[in-house]
């Protein structure tokens, strides 16, 4: 696998590379993209990180793998290219944005926008099979994403982790909540959305907390470049 990756976050992660769990999980995803369909193209495997350096983090928000539908995983999760109808968990995360900040909002699906201002929107599992959700964990991912939270909850200081659902919950678990602000809520899929997602005003919460810390807000609406 042509590692292709943001010098910040190969230091951050530099004990997983040679590590032998990453060894296998390598050949399973060269594998894959070889002989089937696999989610995003090969060149946005670590888009997350590439559009967020590690030292430029602000906020985290967890997902839990690419989208399996042609043409939508881009490498960022709840994201997709311009071009692509929005998914109905993007649908209802857009709806809570507008809820939430009180002003109308119509955009496409590409949130390169907020990862520009340091948003890192990280799934756990970075690669799916073509109309197979989920088909791509436990082999790995989980323990290189893990390590990445992990890197930014001990190095860091001050970053807001947005955990939407039980599995970005679990994931979660050990970011220190002294040192960083945790908001968690039900996740936006059609299926819990009504049932603690819309209400939960994530993106508000997060802002007034950077800003007490001195931080520049999240521009969620807007087109800011960072």
């Known amino acids: 696998m042509n590692i292709r990756i943001d010098s910040t ?3 951050a992660l530099a004990e997983q ?3 032998d769990y990453f060894a296998r999980l390598a050949e399973f995803v060269r594998a894959e993209y070889a002989t089937t369909t696999v989610y995003p193209p090969a060149g946005k495997i670590f888009a997350a990180f590439d559009a967020c350096p590690f030292d430029r983090v602000k906020v985290v928000i967890l997902g839990q793998d690419p989208y399996p539908g042609a043409g939508q995983a881009n ?3 709840f994201s997709v290219n ?4 929005l998914p109905r968990s993007l649908t209802n995360i857009y ?4 809820s939430d900040l009180g002003r109308e909002f119509t955009a496409d699906g590409d949130l390169s926008r907020w990862a520009r201002q340091g948003v890192l929107m990280l799934n756990s599992v970075l690669t799916v099979r073509a109309g197979a959700p989920a088909s791509h964990q436990g082999q790995g991912w989980e ?3 893990d390590a990445a939270i992990e890197a930014l909850a001990r190095q860091r200081e001050g970053l807001v982790f947005i955990l939407w659902g039980a ?10 909540r002294g040192r960083h602000c945790v908001i968690e809520s039900a996740h936006p899929s059609p299926l819990s959305a009504a049932r603690g997602f819309f209400g939960s005003r994530p993106f508000s919460r997060a802002n007034a907390y950077l800003e007490a810390r001195g931080e520049t ?3 969620w609406i807007g087109t800011s470049q960072g």
């Open 9 to 11: 976050w190969r230091e």
């Open 143 to 145: 323990r290189f994403t």
């Open 17 to 19: 590379w040679g590590a």
């Open 217 to 219: 807000p999240v521009d």
């Open 167 to 176: 599995y970005a919950q679990r994931k979660g678990a050990m970011i220190d």
């Open 75 to 77: 490498g960022l999760c």
């Open 95 to 98: 709806k809570e944005l507008a």
């Open 82 to 85: 311009p071009d692509v109808p």
